[in-house]
């Protein structure tokens, strides 16, 4: 898409080096030299004229770095493919509240390229310039793209976690005081980004990438829609899983999740609700018993009850509600009962935000058959026996005092300090302040950060197409705000929204991976497919990881809003005893 400024760039540059490719260099001490002049090849020739290369060395090939146990586990036994690994710095400048701020990124180029493009989404509050290996959750890259050929980059999003996390200005999240550190993480440092990659693809190969990926999940699955909607002929393909794309109103969501759990901890002496007790609102054998009642309620919904919602669409309150109140207590709390408090309490909080005269500020959340799992309790009370605290309260509620309202409030740092503050959260009154503006900050929160629209008409012109996986049980993100936002595309393209977008709902899931669901499926691949072979695809192949109920359990992953449902006979293992129905 758009790829003629590349090529243009390309010619120059070759012609001022006396090469077009390093294709052409063995993998030997001079790809070495090739890759470190990279830096002054380019000189004067970026896109934005700051650029600098800080480094670019060549990486022969060999097996990836073992992947961090905390987190996603991609397959890093298949080898690398010799490349050329640059690290490059732009747009660095003083912001408004005193800080250095610049935006990073590091790619890689391999030597055997398949001539494809992938920019690798990132996550959370971002500040850390990523390994750009393409290996990502959520979007079934478990072998990272680097050794299937693919140019590969990653960024920091405009800010550095190791430079720009003032502990006085909530630490990580202290970029939220400037305005240019927070719409170049919302999606300006995208395009930034993309185009230097670009340029230097085509130089470093004599060719324009013949096609433009970008992949993510979560924080990565906003910026997939952003540049969607942003830079529309910027990808030829973008998968956004678990997307946030409305970031600001989630975290608002986390917040009254935190007041609502955080009601059921007795407060100490001081009258403070310590943050360390919130994981024992609901014990381990609690949320199984809610787990439980939600099977118990929808799970033969789908044709065989088999530990998945997967007919996710007819799971209300109406069916669970009553299920939930025969596990009430009749007398204390023993772990073999919910309190009446604690179903209120989760009541409240699958039914989202809302201000005192019932006004919704997000959307629901489903039940699933995930709720309850360790992926939704860290988010929502925290895990007792890790000693995890509740990632509503350190990152959502960060998030919200300092990156999505106007202005931003300094809150302490601690957890303690955040769970306070959102404890004493006023929905009537301060709610709005994400779509307010003062000065500095000319945008308001939602206009930067949300990614929502339906209107996506400059990327479905150019024909790009879009993949949406997301989580039934995600307790971050919920899947119904993607699945209202894919009706309003539907609807403004006279139900022609799938030939551009196709969502897949996955039962069981928590945040882009993870819960009892079979997570293992590769959008990419059937992204790639559709881009490049025109096959837009009906359902996803998934597979149960080890640690699922079901190890190796196969299901199709149906586009909505189609859902699997049990043919009657097979067994409940395989993915070919289901078909992908509608109704």
């Known amino acids: 898409m758009n790829e003629w400024r590349y090529s243009g760039i390309a010619a120059a540059i070759a012609a001022l080096s006396g090469c077009t490719s390093l294709t052409d260099v063995a993998p030997t001490a001079a790809v070495g030299d090739r890759c470190a002049a990279f830096a002054s090849t380019l000189q004067g020739h970026w896109p934005d004229a700051s650029t600098r290369v800080t480094s670019a060395v ?8 073992a992947p961090d146990p905390r987190g996603f586990q991609y397959d890093s036994t298949v080898p690398l493919k010799a490349h050329c690994d640059v690290q490059a710095i732009m747009a660095e400048r003083q912001g408004v509240d005193g800080q250095s701020y610049a935006i990073k990124f590091h ?63 909530g630490g990580a999240v202290a970029f939220g005081f400037d305005p240019q550190a927070r719409r170049n993480y919302a999606y300006a440092s995208l395009g930034a980004v993309t185009d230097a990659a670009k340029a230097a693809i085509a130089t470093f190969y004599g060719s324009a ?33 678990a997307p946030g794309m409305s970031l600001p109103r989630a975290a608002l969501a986390q917040a009254w999740d935190v007041q609502t759990f955080g009601r059921l901890v007795p407060p100490g002496p001081d009258g403070v609700r310590p943050f360390g007790q919130l994981a024992n609102a609901f014990s381990t054998s609690e949320l199984g018993i809610v787990r439980q009642a939600i099977l118990k309620a929808c799970d033969a919904k789908d044709g065989v009850a088999d530990g998945l919602v997967a007919h996710y669409g007819q799971c209300g309150n109406e069916d669970v509600l009553p299920v939930l109140r025969s596990f009430a207590c009749t007398g204390q709390r023993n772990g073999q009962c919910l309190s009446n408090l604690q179903i209120d309490a989760l009541v409240r909080s699958m039914a989202g935000p809302r201000k005192s005269d019932g006004l919704p500020l997000y959307v629901r959340f489903p039940w699933d058959g995930g709720v309850g799992e360790p992926g939704w309790a860290v988010w929502k009370v925290g895990l007792a026996k890790e000693g995890v605290p ?40 301060d709610a709005d302040a994400i779509y307010r503006v003062a000065a500095p900050f000319p945008t308001s929160g939602w206009d930067m950060m949300s990614a929502r629209s339906p209107d996506i008409d400059g990327f479905r012109a150019a024909g790009g197409k879009l993949i949406v996986p997301h989580g039934a049980a995600d307790p971050v993100f919920s899947l119904e705000d993607t699945l209202q936002w894919y009706r309003e595309v539907d609807a403004r393209y006279a139900g022609k929204g799938a030939d551009t977008v196709r969502v897949f709902p996955v039962p069981g899931m928590n945040h882009c991976e993870g819960g009892p669901s079979t997570d293992r499926y590769d959008a990419f691949a059937a992204m790639v497919d559709w881009v490049e072979r025109g096959r837009a695809p009906e359902q996803l192949n998934a597979v149960a990881a080890a640690a699922s109920p079901w190890p190796g359990r196969t299901r199709p992953i149906c586009r909505y809003p189609a859902y699997a449902r049990y043919k009657g006979q097979g067994d409940v293992e395989k993915k070919e005893s289901f078909e992908c129905v509608r109704g």
Not at 58 to 65: D, K, L, Q, T, Y
Not at 216 to 241: M, N, T, W
Not at 391 to 420: E, H, N, R, Y
């Open 58 to 65: 060549f990486v022969p090939e060999g097996p990836a770095p």
């Open 107 to 169: 790619l890689r180029l391999p030597m055997e390229w398949n001539g494809r493009f992938l920019f690798q989404g990132g996550g959370g509050t971002n500040g850390d310039i990523g390994n750009a290996l393409g290996a990502l959750a959520g979007v079934g890259l478990v072998t990272p793209a680097l050794a299937q050929g693919y140019a590969v980059v990653s960024q920091d999003s405009g800010h550095d976690n190791a430079v720009n996390s003032d502990p006085a200005m």
């Open 209 to 241: 990438p013949r096609y433009s990926y970008f992949a993510g999940c979560s924080k990565g699955g906003q910026e997939g829609l952003a540049v969607a909607h942003r830079y529309p002929d910027a990808f030829d393909g973008i998968v956004a899983a």
């Open 390 to 429: 509740a990632l509503s309260i350190v990152v959502g509620g960060s998030a919200l005092s300092a990156i999505f309202q106007t202005p931003p409030k300094l809150v302490a740092a601690d957890p303690q300090g955040m769970m306070q503050w959102q404890m004493g959260y006023d929905f009537d009154r």
